[in-house]
């Protein structure tokens, strides 16, 4: 456990459910954890049509071997199941809307008690089975800062991912919640083949990812701090039943609470969303059941902010050069 708090900061006395003793549920995060009431809380329901296109350079995830293999270790977090990657056999992040190289640090799966109910992040309201975070972080003068490329994922799906299905099997060697056991990586993970071809140029030691929503937003567990960019990937994952199974298990011996009622909903300021060439203003709310931190809803608050900041960026078209068009062409088929 105290490995990932050196990557990312959380107290373990929190829970998804209810409040029970000493262990917070999410409608009271903020009375420990401040900052989880704040105003760039994350996860956030993304609407594709209220987007509109901003062009970014490259965004290029490098590795560290020449096959883009990383090694780690599988660790049981009491929260989710996460790999934490070897120094100097992980990965880089730069580009995109990123200031600086990010450097991966680790990833774990976000997953619920139905095959629907799972992501954190959800898109025109729809949630996926489960959701996947690669964790990059940089360290400045001003304090760390994080990257989190997010993968949907669905299932059940007739041929999984296989680098899903590889980290699902080993989940098993890890399910006891008072187990000290991990899990070594040492002949490495295909990390890159968690890319979905269609947003993947190249096949190299880099990826260039070219189709993904970008936000700023924060952790969504405690401590919740707001220096996070999000890149969710627009395509989904398939992953098979089996995977699901291993995950409910392991969820199962946690003794994780799942709720089916949302908690209440907690508005905040706008923000701006891209995707990856995308941008729009939306304000946000924030529940929480299952295995997870529920989305913010933008609900009707934006729209007219949308609306100013479109006209106004088109009608002096100086102020942001990059601004491409309000709907991309190929939204319809792949958003």
């Not at 007739?158 to 056991?181: C, H, W, Y």
């Not at 907690?266 to 924030?286: I, N, Q």
Request: charged share 30%; glycine share 8%.
């Amino acid at each position: 456990m105290a490995a990932s708090l050196e990557i990312i900061p959380f107290d373990e006395k929190f829970k998804y459910g209810e409040t029970k003793g000493d262990f917070l549920g999410p409608s009271e995060w903020g009375r420990r954890w401040p900052q989880c009431d704040g105003r760039r809380q994350s996860p956030i329901n993304i609407r594709t049509r209220r987007a509109i296109n901003r062009r970014y350079r490259p965004l290029i995830m490098t590795f560290d071997t020449w096959r883009g293999l990383v090694t780690g270790t599988l660790k049981n977090t009491r929260h989710y199941p996460m790999l934490e990657i070897d120094e100097g056999r992980g990965a880089k992040l730069r580009g995109g809307p990123l200031r600086g190289t990010y450097t991966l640090k680790q990833f774990h799966f976000h997953f619920g008690c139905a095959n629907s109910r799972g992501s954190e992040h959800t898109r025109n309201g729809r949630r996926f089975s489960g959701e996947l975070h690669l964790v990059f972080k940089k360290t400045t003068a001003r304090g760390d800062e994080f990257a989190v490329v997010a993968l949907w994922v669905q299932a059940p799906s007739r041929t999984g991912s296989r680098v899903l299905g590889r980290f699902a099997d080993l989940t098993r060697k890890i399910i006891e919640p008072d187990s000290d056991e991990t899990v070594r990586f040492s002949d490495g993970i295909f990390i890159r083949g968690l890319i979905p071809r269609r947003c993947n140029k190249r096949f190299s030691r880099r990826a260039i990812l070219n189709c993904y929503y970008t936000y700023k937003g924060s952790l969504t567990t405690p401590i919740c701090s707001e220096n996070v960019t999000w890149l969710i990937v627009k395509p989904w994952l398939p992953a098979t039943n089996n995977m699901k199974e291993n995950d409910h298990k392991l969820a199962l011996a946690q003794g994780f609470d799942r709720i089916e009622n949302p908690r209440r909903y907690l508005y905040y300021h706008y923000r701006f969303l891209h995707l990856s060439d995308t941008e729009k203003k939306l304000g946000a709310a924030k529940l929480c059941k299952n295995l997870l931190r529920e989305p913010s809803d933008e609900a009707a608050l934006f729209t007219s902010h949308v609306t100013e900041t479109i006209g106004r960026s088109l009608s002096d078209p100086a102020e942001d050069s990059r601004l491409v068009t309000i709907v991309p062409t190929d939204q319809s088929r792949v958003a």
